[in-house]
């Protein structure tokens, strides 16, 4: 038996502050996961790797994301989730100092694990902690806010580190999101009230979720678009400079539209959600799929590559809302198991997608990569279909 977390208090701008809090932070959490995606090659050099070995950098923050959003209830156990907060933002500038004057890979890595752990339990705790700052008919508000913070840095983060690399270094660029940290964490500490854990949930009741068979097939379907999603998206860099031909400002133009692109996506798949969500979970990864066969094709195309990226943003940024809204409509009532569990399984997804395009890329070229991330687009679209056809018990 779970309980709700919804809160039930009248609405108070206090409430609402801590919200936009929360979407601040999720700005600062995405802007650092992603930051190495634009900056892969310089990362590099200057580490004497390779660039898929850079692109692990996706891969371990992924992997302690996963294992933190897994343990992380059951170990904060009835620590006030407020400080739990706090502490999950403490390390996100612990780890931007750490990248910030990293001078080998190995200390370079251990800030990205970092990073891993304040994902992992930022995003299990996003949904449940929205839900107890405004009342009940406006949850999804506060959610899309919270999203919100993901879209923005999904526009910025990518070629404004492709910028600021340029300027200042990579290790600068990853350092900009530091101060964003730091008034993440005292607006935090100013907005957010005390909150008790309103129930035991325990690892146990994560895997329980997955006896019932649409919440199972759902987060498999989950996983491999994910996955897919990120064996060809962590390599756009070293495929646009080494296929495309494109020199650092042409690259943060493309970033750039294709995040604009993600951010308009984000502000209009609710509309489709309502009464096409299954529908919208199929063709999503459908569109990725052809483009992604698109680029191998006509990648040598800075203007067909350009159109390509922009239709990439536009649906699959907008992707993770309409995953949400799937899982707020399939687990109303858990949503502290529920949340732990969907962004384990999105970190898991997003550390195989980059690990094994990595391999990809380094051993057969972007054409493999690529031609991985089709199909797993390709088997998420039909494993959506499967989700839509059973009934949650």
């Known amino acids: 038996m779970t309980t709700t977390a919804f809160n039930t208090t009248p609405e108070n701008r206090q409430g609402w502050s801590g919200v936009f809090a929360m979407s601040l932070g999720a700005f600062a959490l995405v802007a650092s996961e992603f930051m190495p995606v634009s900056l892969l090659t310089p990362i590099a050099s200057d580490l004497h790797s390779t660039e898929g070995q850079a692109g692990q950098a996706i891969?371990?923050?992924?992997?302690?994301?996963?294992?933190?959003?897994l343990f992380i209830s059951s170990l904060a156990g009835k620590l006030d989730?407020?400080?739990?907060?706090?502490?999950?933002m403490l390390l996100v500038i612990i780890s931007g100092t750490i990248v910030g004057i990293a001078h080998n890979y190995g200390v370079f890595m251990v800030g990205r694990a970092l990073i891993g752990i304040a994902i992992g339990g930022f995003w299990s705790m996003s949904a449940a902690t929205a839900m107890r700052l405004v009342s009940k008919d406006k949850i999804p508000k506060?959610?899309?806010?919270?999203?919100?913070?993901n879209a923005l840095?999904?526009?910025?983060?990518?070629?404004?580190?492709?910028?600021?690399g340029g300027i200042i270094g990579w290790r600068g660029a990853f350092f900009c999101v530091v101060p964003v940290a730091v008034i993440t964490f005292c607006w935090l500490l100013i907005s957010l009230p005390g909150m008790k854990p309103m129930n035991k949930s325990a690892t146990g009741n994560i895997f329980k979720l997955m006896m019932m068979p649409q919440v199972a097939i759902g987060m498999v379907a989950v996983s491999i678009f994910f996955m897919g999603q990120f064996a060809l998206f962590t390599y756009l860099r070293p495929f646009l400079e080494s296929v495309t031909h494109v020199g650092v400002t042409t690259l943060s133009l493309m970033l750039l539209a294709m995040g604009v692109a993600g951010f308009v996506g984000t502000l209009l798949i609710g509309a489709f959600l309502e009464d096409s969500l299954y529908r919208t979970l199929m063709i999503i990864p459908l569109l990725m799929a052809i483009i992604a066969i698109a680029l191998i094709i006509f990648g040598y195309s800075v203007l067909i590559t350009a159109l390509l990226l922009g239709v990439w943003g536009l649906v699959g940024t907008a992707a993770p809302v309409a995953w949400w809204t799937w899982l707020a409509k399939t687990l109303p009532n858990d949503?502290?198991?529920?949340?732990?569990?969907?962004?384990?399984?999105?970190?898991?997804?997003?550390?195989t997608g980059a690990t094994f395009g990595g391999i990809l890329f380094d051993l057969s070229g972007y054409r493999a990569t690529f031609w991985m991330s089709a199909s797993l687009l390709i088997t998420?679209?039909?494993?959506?279909?499967?989700?839509s056809r059973i009934k949650l018990r």
């Open 380 to 387: 998420a679209a039909i494993l959506a279909y499967w989700t």
């Open 142 to 149: 506060a959610l899309a806010i919270v999203n919100g913070g």
């Open 153 to 164: 840095a999904t526009v910025i983060a990518a070629p404004l580190g492709s910028y600021l």
């Open 335 to 351: 949503a502290e198991a529920g949340g732990g569990l969907f962004v384990a399984i999105i970190q898991l997804a997003i550390t």
């Open 59 to 69: 891969a371990i923050s992924g992997a302690f994301a996963l294992v933190t959003s």
């Open 81 to 88: 989730r407020k400080i739990l907060l706090l502490l999950l």
